[in-house]
């Protein structure tokens, strides 16, 4: 079988990272696999070959240009034995159509997030992913989604469409197996309870709310502490809303670090207050370290995997006093941290499936295109 996926995974280029590698799995058992990634001359990306996997960058001189170079690399490659697959409805979704037209071939569509969520309509450009969304997934074959909260929006619009799921892989032994190279304890020495974020700081994650709901712990707890790790284009107004909200020596922002397992398995709380999620892979990985959780009810944590009360505390979005009270009940109670730390792990460990078997279900996803 041979594939050409449209990505806008810039890592791809990045040797040892964990899409490269998983890429090259799914390649081992391919015929060839080809990627076009979304790309600006300005990123000087080359062209990547690795055994049966070649990755391509449009090298566009705009993003308004993504779109038309990727269909230009991919009538380029293409020929009647492919299958296409994109990483989501949007501008590689209207890729994998036009090339779907051309060729006459099946195509698959991935999708990653809730895009169906009336909170992903946060700005102008995202009106407009949901308007090619609902052009692009009714000339799909199938459409991948990675949880069953996902699929209960997409049917929702369309009982007719054809839904894969597959969650994203997440190596659930390594993680429990892993031990830490860092301390966050150690490393913030000031905070008696550690508090840990791992996200993009985007308005979609809503790292205000839990800022505001911090508050409320401080107000409380005077030594406990907010460590967020991630960066994005909101932070510079989240570190305002730090200084406006007195929690400037509460509160540290790491940027983006490679010691997120450790800090998962020596932080005291893990918080996410994201307004929509597809998955949530920073639950599943917090969960399986063992650090009990606080979230919004998004992606997973609207499955039975959370019980609320059980596992975690699940809070409905943009919920403050929910957020800062299930803190609180955390922070005051160590009997119930160690409950959800175990009870947590037990009900992800029934979850998992090998890389393997992982890559296996992957490829055979893509099989059912040519059936």
């Known amino acids: 079988m041979k594939v050409l996926s449209i990505s806008t995974d810039r890592k791809l280029f990045e040797e040892g990272s964990a899409v490269l590698e998983r890429s090259k799995d799914y390649a081992s058992k391919m015929e060839k696999l080809h990627i076009i990634v979304f790309s600006l001359k300005s ?47 949007f501008e590689t979704g209207l890729v994998g159509y036009k090339l779907k037209k051309k060729f006459n071939l099946p195509l698959q569509i991935q999708i990653h997030t809730d895009f169906l ?17 609902k052009f692009t997934i009714p000339k799909a074959d199938y459409v991948r989604v990675v949880s069953s909260s996902v699929e209960d929006s997409l049917r929702k619009i369309s009982t007719k469409v054809k839904i894969q799921i597959l969650p994203v892989f997440v190596d659930i032994p390594r993680i429990m197996n892993f031990q830490p190279k860092k301390d966050i304890k150690k490393d913030f020495p000031q905070f008696k309870f550690s508090i840990f974020m791992a996200s993009r700081l985007t308005k979609e994650k809503r790292i205000d709310t839990a800022l505001k ?73 917090a969960g399986a370290s063992g650090c009990p959780i606080v ?73 059912d295109l040519l059936k």
């Open 43 to 89: 990123h000087n990306l080359k062209f990547k070959e690795e055994g049966n996997l070649y990755i391509y960058p449009t090298n566009s001189l705009s993003r308004w240009f993504y779109v038309m170079d990727a269909v230009k690399i991919g009538k380029s490659i293409l020929n009647k034995s492919f299958v296409i697959s994109t990483q989501d409805p």
């Open 295 to 367: 979230t919004t009810k998004v992606g997973l944590a609207k499955t039975d995997l959370f019980k609320n009360g059980a596992n975690s505390f699940v809070c409905s979005v943009w919920d403050v006093n929910c957020l800062s009270e299930s803190i609180l009940k955390l922070i005051s109670n160590p009997n119930l941290r160690l409950l959800f730390k175990t009870k947590m792990q037990d009900s992800i460990r029934n979850t998992t499936i090998s890389k393997e078997e992982y890559v296996t279900k992957y490829v055979s996803l893509l099989q």
């Open 213 to 285: 709901a911090f508050r409320k712990v401080v107000d409380v707890h005077t030594e406990a502490g907010l460590i967020i790790s991630g960066s994005g284009k909101e932070e510079g107004n989240l570190k305002s809303l730090v200084k406006s909200l007195g929690l400037t020596k509460n509160v540290i922002f790491t940027g983006w670090n490679d010691g997120l397992i450790s800090y998962y398995k020596t932080a005291d709380i893990f918080l996410l207050t994201s307004q929509y999620e597809g998955y949530g892979m920073t639950l599943v990985e």
């Open 117 to 133: 969520s009336p909170y992903f309509r946060n700005s102008f450009l995202n009106y407009i992913r949901v308007f090619i969304s």
